[in-house]
């Protein structure tokens, strides 16, 4: 490669495509560029703090870490510079361009519809902070940027240049360029012409405040003030770690502004949690959990967010300070007393951390738990709405805490949404001692399915469960308060001693069948379905339906069975069909056993079992002979 030439680069395609909408799009709040590059400038000082611990002269030279803004009237360019780690020059390539980043995709999916159905994309700023494409929503308000880096410790400076269009380039920086940018990187952005009011020191500064007031850099602004006198740098942030300051001197603003800083978050936090540890280890806790649930919630990647620092020198957000089921929450920790020069890998065998990280779990925990008791509050609401599918993780995963985490899960019932075990329990009708509950694809399923009619029948509360993980935990979790919680898709219920509610005469508006007249059609349908079928029973389940599935009292809920066999990880077990015994087309089975109508024993048995398996939301095995075995019983009539 010769050194002494630009090099032209194309975007990754994503990336092309993102940068096409962001120039593309009307932003209400395009201000939001300022917050980003801050955000990555002071990730860049970040950076090198850290390296420094093991490499002090990289720092030497120039200790001072800091941010720099500077408007340039005459060129009508907006200049942030740090002193940061830098770039070299396959960095610059990689992650201003060329590597996919895991948010883009989503991102663009979702600014792709906003944009099809003409809707304004008021919440694009919201999903930029969202999707983490941070520095190309500079792009909404310039049309030429120029990146000149140096990474630290390197003898190099390189430029990257790009207008947004299908790609960049690459040089090496002239001189001039070399020598203004000793270390770390220097963004400089060519204003369009309706984002000329970022040249305004006052907007400016008011920006700076809005977003970025708790960065823990001194954020310098460099301008002309309003007499005309030369530039001097001028601080504009507070660059206080709001985590060290008491509780009393803070105001709620003062948090939702921490918290969009901390987080890069637009939302309001749900839940905040502001305490100093003192004892055996002192640290000082700033947490919060979000309102909305970011895209990529259930990435297996995804870990929790809270940034460990030590004495204030940031030194990773990847210290696993909560289990995977609290991932969901934001924030700092800031020890006083571990070894500043700790490296990630020693952290994770960390005694001392992980005392944090189960007092801190704790912390969250007790805060949620007091957040669910304040019944007018919708904080807990939200935070179950959009989180409780990964707390319910816990239920499997912490087994220490599961009675707690059982406590604070909330369930759609026939009763509401957002109820708790303890009300299930105290709801509970006479002569119930389980908790039931039946897992499925969506409430609507659910509440279609007949393995609840008997439930129904009588009164009885069953937790609808709707997230994938529900048929996990159950499997784990077998008892809350000492009831045992009981699958309506599995084995035998017998709600025989609770009480059928207003309808009484149910049970004789249809002349009882005998036990033989039974035992003949069990019988008959059990050798028709053959190997289908591991059994075939009355049922106890069922009041109006025919008939339903179920799956044998020691394996896996049918739910369960469902998911592992998508995942290919098991066959699924042999159902057991229920059927029930008062019902016209099972009743219909006994008259055509005992008549001459052998095929429609074939036939109904059959249906039955596959009516049973679109109830659950099966599609049944050849749905071509479904519909033809439909077809000919309705033509053939049953009379
Ligand atoms: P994110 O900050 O979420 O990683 P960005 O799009 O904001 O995403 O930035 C992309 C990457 O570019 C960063 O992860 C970082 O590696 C690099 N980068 C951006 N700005 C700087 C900077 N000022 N100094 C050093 N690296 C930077
Ligand atoms: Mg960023």
Redesign the pocket.
């Known amino acids: 490669m010769d050194a002494e030439t630009a090099q032209t680069h194309p975007f990754q395609a994503e990336v092309a495509q993102l940068l096409h909408l962001m120039v593309h799009s009307v932003y209400s709040e395009t201000e939001i560029f300022l917050r980003?590059?801050i955000?990555?400038?002071s990730?860049?000082c970040d950076r090198l703090r850290y390296e420094a611990i093991s490499a002090p002269d990289l720092l030497a030279a120039d200790p001072k870490l800091a941010i720099r803004i500077r408007p340039d009237q005459e060129a009508a360019t907006l200049t942030i510079a740090?002193n940061?780690?830098?770039?070299d020059r396959q960095?610059l390539i990689d992650?201003?361009g060329t590597v996919a980043?895991s948010g883009t995709r989503a991102f663009m999916t979702k600014l792709a519809e906003a944009a099809k159905d003409k809707r304004e994309v008021k919440d694009g700023a919201s999903l930029i902070g969202q999707f983490?494409?941070?520095?190309?929503s500079a792009f909404m308000v310039a049309d030429r940027i120029a990146v000149t880096?140096r990474r630290a410790g390197s003898a190099e400076t390189w430029v990257w240049r790009s207008e947004g269009g299908a790609g960049f380039e690459i040089a090496p920086a002239s001189p001039e360029e070399a020598a203004r940018v000793p270390r770390?990187?220097e963004?400089t952005l060519h204003l369009k012409d309706d984002a000329k009011r970022y040249l305004d020191p006052h907007e400016i500064e008011r920006i700076v405040r809005t977003y970025s007031d708790h960065i823990l850099f001194p954020i310098e602004l460099v301008a002309k003030s309003d007499d005309g006198k030369e530039p001097e740098p001028r601080q504009v942030n507070t660059a206080s770690a709001i985590w060290q300051r008491s509780k009393s001197e803070l105001k709620p603003e003062d948090y939702t502004q921490a918290y969009h800083a901390i987080a890069g978050a637009f939302d309001d936090p749900a839940m905040t949690l502001h305490y100093r540890a003192e004892g055996r280890q002192s640290y000082a806790v700033l947490l919060f959990a979000p309102s909305q649930a970011p895209f990529d919630l259930f990435d297996p990647a995804r870990k929790a967010h809270v940034k460990l620092y030590v004495r204030r020198v940031y030194i990773t957000d990847d210290a696993g300070l909560l289990p995977s089921y609290l991932r969901f929450m934001r924030g700092v920790v800031d020890s006083e007393d571990l070894p500043l020069n700790i490296s990630r890998e020693m952290l994770q065998n960390n005694p001392q951390v992980a005392l944090m990280r189960k007092a801190l779990t704790g912390r969250v925990l007790t805060e949620l738990e007091t957040l669910a008791k304040d019944e007018k509050g919708e904080s807990f609401a939200k935070i179950w709405q959009a989180f409780g599918a990964v707390i319910k993780e816990g239920l499997y995963e912490d087994f220490e805490r599961r009675e707690q985490l059982l406590g604070l899960a909330r369930f759609t019932t026939a009763v509401g949404t957002m109820r708790s075990l303890k009300q299930y329990v105290a709801d509970f009708k006479p002569n119930q001692t389980e908790i039931y509950y039946l897992a499925g694809e969506s409430l609507d399923r659910l509440k279609a399915n007949p393995k609840l009619e008997a439930a129904r029948a009588r009164g009885i509360e069953v937790l609808l469960l709707t997230d994938p993980v529900d048929a996990f935990w159950t499997t784990l979790a077998r008892e809350y308060d000492g009831k045992p919680l009981k699958s309506l898709s599995q084995g035998e219920v017998d709600f025989g001693l609770v009480p059928v509610i207003d309808q009484p005469a149910k049970a004789e508006e249809t002349p009882a069948s005998t036990a033989v007249d039974d035992a003949v059609v069990i019988a008959a349908v059990k050798a028709a379905l053959g190997e289908r079928v591991s059994d075939v029973r009355a049922s106890q389940r069922l009041t109006d339906s025919a008939a339903c599935l179920v799956a044998g009292g020691t394996g896996p809920d049918r739910e369960l069975e469902r998911l592992l066999a998508r995942s290919s990880r098991g066959g699924g077990t042999t159902p057991i069909l229920e059927l029930n015994m008062r019902h016209p087309l099972v009743r219909a089975l006994g008259a055509a056993k005992t008549g001459a109508r052998q095929d429609d024993v074939a036939d109904i048995s059959a249906l039955l079992f596959e009516q049973a398996q679109i109830l659950d939301g099966e599609v049944p095995g050849d749905p071509a002979a479904f519909a033809a075995r439909l077809n000919r019983l309705v033509v053939r009539g049953l009379g």
């Open positions: 980003e590059l955000s990555n400038a990730d860049a740090d940061g780690i830098g770039m960095e992650n201003l980043r983490g494409v941070g520095f190309y880096s770390g990187t963004i």
